[in-house]
């Protein structure tokens, strides 16, 4: 893998954006289908990694995902020709994603030294950003824009998704020993909320959406989707406290549930329209075509890369 793409060639957009109108847009049914597929797939293994709990497991999901999200941001970075770090980028996200296991591997309060990981991260990235750029003999005259491209690389689809590892590892002041991952019921109660989100909106807004939510950004949302989704992903996340009120007593009560729901949700939606964002930025429709029906790594972890941070918080400060 390159370290870097040339600044001055000739930029794809034009074929890509032909490419994608004259390839015949799927059914409803067929990207129904498709996206049913991967749904079903992808929660089968996150009840497989779940039920095998070991810390090794959430270490290569999370890790995986945040890895391969990176990838594919590079990559869509490079195809609309611009300057970006790569490799240094991925390097980065692997470090990063090894070192906040291992510090939090054995004891899940360890997340008082994970301050240390995230300065020398941004450190090492802004230094090797700027380091990069002056090695290059045509800067030209944005040199500071392929430093804030690869800073957001590392940080966005990386650093926001790691605070999932946070939660698993997630212990209370006064709990120690056993369960090795002692957040692994708030993980998955995140988990829920957040994708019951995107799954509501989708279908909410297929079945009867007519009324565009931003259709300069996402012309497929709509705000009776918006509104659906609010709705259904307190599903989950109610159904689940009520059955393991223990399991998640850091969220404290119904109403604290009922209201973190919401605001998750909410961030889910935010989520999911700043990767709209980014993919129109770059004139890419989907991040990648890993998952049929839903696109790219970063299709799926792009809502959580916004959820994850604030339960932490929350569980940090008021749990």
């Given at each position: 893998m390159s370290n870097s793409s040339t600044p001055n060639s000739p930029s794809p957009q034009p074929t890509e954006a032909k490419d994608i109108e004259s390839t015949p847009k799927p059914s409803k049914a067929a990207v129904f289908r498709a996206r049913l597929f991967s749904t079903?797939?992808?929660?089968?293994?996150?009840a497989g990694t779940f039920l095998w709990g070991h810390p090794i497991g959430y270490f290569v999901a999370?890790?995986?995902?945040?890895v391969l999200g990176c990838w594919e941001y590079f990559r869509m970075a490079k195809s609309s020709g611009i300057l970006v770090f790569p490799t240094f980028g991925l390097s980065l996200v692997i470090a990063y994603s090894v070192g906040i296991w291992w510090m939090l591997r054995e004891d899940?309060?360890?997340?008082?030294?994970?301050?240390?990981?995230?300065?020398g991260i941004a450190f090492v990235a802004i230094l090797g950003g700027f380091t990069l750029i002056l090695k290059r003999k045509d800067k030209g005259d944005c040199a500071f824009q392929p430093v804030?491209?690869?800073?957001?690389?590392?940080?966005?689809?990386?650093?926001?998704?790691?605070?999932?590892?946070?939660?698993?590892?997630?212990?209370?002041?006064?709990?120690?020993?056993?369960?090795?991952?002692?957040?692994?019921?708030?993980?998955?109660?995140l988990v829920l909320v957040t994708k019951f989100t995107d799954m509501g909106a989708y279908i909410v807004g297929s079945l009867i959406g007519k009324n565009k939510l931003i259709p300069s950004v996402s012309p497929g949302?709509?705000?009776?989707?918006?509104?659906g989704a609010l709705v259904i992903s307190q599903v989950p996340g109610i159904a689940l406290y009520l059955m393991l009120p223990n399991q998640l007593g850091a969220l404290h009560s119904l109403p604290v549930v009922i209201a973190l729901g919401l605001v998750i949700a909410l961030l889910a939606v935010i989520g999911d329209l700043a990767e709209s964002v980014i993919k129109r930025s770059l004139t890419i429709k989907d991040s990648g075509q890993a998952l049929p029906g839903i696109g790219g790594v970063l299709d799926l972890i792009d809502s959580l890369c916004?959820?994850?941070?604030?339960?932490?918080?929350?569980?940090?400060?008021?749990?």
């Open positions: 079903v797939l992808l929660w089968g293994l996150v999370v890790g995986a995902l945040a899940g309060r360890g997340a008082e030294g994970i301050g240390w990981l995230d300065g804030l491209y690869t800073l957001f690389g590392i940080f966005y689809p990386a650093v926001l998704f790691h605070f999932v590892t946070r939660i698993l590892f997630y212990a209370p002041e006064g709990v120690v020993g056993p369960p090795v991952t002692p957040g692994a019921w708030l993980a998955l109660w949302k709509t705000w009776e989707g918006f509104f916004f959820t994850a941070p604030v339960l932490y918080l929350y569980l940090r400060f008021f749990a």
